[in-house]
């Protein structure tokens, strides 16, 4: 137990130097660590708590995905029935009362035009095997559509951990660090943004659903009958509020051209002639084909650009478009076109979200708590050294020496791993400095009782370190269970403060068991001394 060769000693004090020397920019300014070049400078961000931020609790608005989910159903069964083989001929199919009906022309198509629905609809299971639609026949030729409380269940789970991703994408696309994103219930998403300044602009970037289509303008449409919102057949009233004609609103066709589902980029850009800012976008292959060929069967006409159900402008097609790339301009301002950009970029928000609580957290609140934790931890770290010098002595010099080395280690595996330190995360790191002298407690007292057994010193300090060692690993393996649970289950505070408490067990074992042990192996090989005092 007390044998270390050469090379084993030159591995632990290497490896123990190289993480306190990592450890060291953490308590420096990221202002002089970003000059230092290519040298490894990792460094731990810091909470929200202690960083300042903003805080977002956002909440899905069910019911427009019902309703959008019957206005995706009604343009499956309108396009099934007229596309397949034979036609089937319906009628207007009504989305009244939150369900989907429409009539047969011809009765003996029922069997046909079920078979069809039972097609587009999962075969009327979805996958949780649980049916999505209930298809009832009528009066013998009129169909009833209607969703399922499981369906719709089952899209609102889907919907959610979709709109959790792109919540993700959009933020970092901010260039913020480490930012906390976490679903919050069946509904809900909490966002936490550390060092965000502009709370105001994140609510506006994460709300806006992106839903950029481009469709026909119906020029055929009334100005007079606009207002009143009524529309051709086959069309449908958006508003345009940048409309030349002075009517704030358009009629467009309800096909819809081409979708931002095939978009491959999106990018802030300045229109060469005017300089104005300017969002370009660029269409995957199969966007890009249907582009051109939509271009070039309507030159000289107008065609809609879309976002969230607003028209943003409909400019002419004067000549075919073949490059795959588009641009949408409009009274766009530098920071509103890059946030249009980076929000179709992440892709459209599959629902609706709103914000239902916000808070702001000041940098001087973080530095105040930043400041009561360190204060704090210079307290414990003190007291637990002269506790442990006054009562051991030399056993316990080398305890206090393992102590200040673990708390450098905990923060160079911090930064290493990009954590973030959080309040809790303050509070795991004091437990971690009252609790790192536990092993060492264990093994003096297990050498002063080998001791009074009339044992030699080599003796004791052998078998005090190996009998010691089980009781310290059983001891640490149900901490770090406790501690698993909290990191695998919690989420905000309670995961910051696990993830300090398991590094702070894994560092503080080596270091209060391997590192100490092997300073007093060193110390009794120079001195073999014949008594010890602990």
């Not at 999505?132 to 369906?151: C, H, M, Y």
């Not at 589902?261 to 969002?279: G, I, W």
């Not at 210079?378 to 010098?389: D, K, T």
Request: hydrophobic content about 45%; charged content about 20%; aromatic content about 6%.
């Amino acid at each position: 137990m007390l044998d270390f060769p050469r090379w084993k000693i030159g591995s632990i004090i290497g490896l123990l130097a190289a993480l306190c020397l990592l450890a060291i920019p953490s308590f420096l300014p990221e202002s002089t660590t970003s000059q230092w070049g290519r040298i490894p400078h990792p460094h731990i961000n810091l909470g929200l708590d202690l960083a300042g931020g903003s805080y977002l609790l956002l909440e899905a608005d069910t019911a427009d995905l019902a309703a959008t989910r019957i206005e995706a159903m009604r343009d499956s069964v309108a396009g099934t029935m007229r596309n397949g083989t034979p036609r089937i001929e319906i009628g207007d199919i009504s989305t009244r009362g939150g369900q989907l009906t429409f009539l047969l022309r011809d009765p003996s198509q029922v069997d046909a035009a079920r078979e069809r629905l039972l097609a587009i609809t999962g075969g009327g299971a979805g996958m949780s095997g649980q049916r999505e639609w209930d298809i009832n026949v009528v009066d013998t030729s009129r169909f009833v559509l209607k969703p399922t409380q499981a369906g719709l269940t089952q899209a609102v789970d889907t919907a959610m951990k979709d709109a959790t991703e792109v919540v993700r994408r959009r933020i970092d696309a901010l260039g913020t660090k480490e930012p906390t994103i976490v679903r919050q219930g069946a509904t809900r998403i909490v966002v936490q943004v550390p060092g965000l300044k502009n709370p105001q602009a994140l609510k506006e970037l994460i709300g806006k659903t992106a839903k950029l289509e481009f469709k026909l303008v119906d020029e055929t449409a009334n100005p007079a009958d606009l207002v009143k919102g009524i529309a051709p057949v086959g069309s449908q009233v958006l508003p345009y509020p940048g409309n030349p004609r002075g009517v704030p609103f358009i009629a467009v066709k309800r096909s819809v051209i081409i979708s931002g589902d095939q978009l491959a980029d999106a990018r802030q850009e300045f229109e060469s002639q005017t300089n104005a800012p300017q969002v370009a976008i660029t269409f995957d292959a199969v966007g890009g084909r249907r582009f051109a060929k939509v271009t070039t069967e309507n030159t000289n006409k107008p065609f809609a650009i879309i976002l969230d159900n607003s028209v943003i402008s409909a400019p002419n097609i004067n000549e075919p478009i073949l490059g795959g790339r588009a641009s949408i301009s409009g009274n766009f301002t530098v920071e509103s076109a890059n946030a249009l950009a980076i929000s179709l970029r992440s892709g459209k928000l599959p629902v609706n979200l709103k914000t239902i609580a916000e808070s702001t957290v000041s940098p001087d609140l973080g530095k105040d708590s930043i400041r009561a934790g360190v204060l704090a931890s210079i307290v414990a770290a003190l007291l637990v050294i002269v506790f442990m010098f006054v009562t051991y002595g030399r056993f316990g010099l080398y305890a206090n020496l393992a102590v200040v080395i673990n708390i450098l280690v905990i923060v160079a595996v911090m930064a290493m791993l990009n954590a973030t330190l959080t309040l809790p995360g303050i509070a795991g790191f004091v437990l971690t400095i009252g609790t790192a002298v536990d092993a060492n407690v264990l093994i003096n007292e297990r050498i002063r009782e080998e001791r009074r057994r009339g044992r030699s010193v080599v003796q004791s300090v052998e078998l005090g370190y190996k009998e010691a060692s089980r009781t310290i690993f059983e001891a640490n393996v149900t901490h770090a269970i406790t501690g698993v649970i909290m990191l695998l289950l919690g989420s905000g505070p309670v995961k910051g403060f696990a993830v300090v408490l398991l590094i702070g067990i894994c560092t503080s074992v080596f270091t209060a068991v391997t590192f100490t042990r092997m300073m007093v192996a060193l110390w009794l090989r120079k001195n073999r001394p014949t008594t010890i005092n602990i």
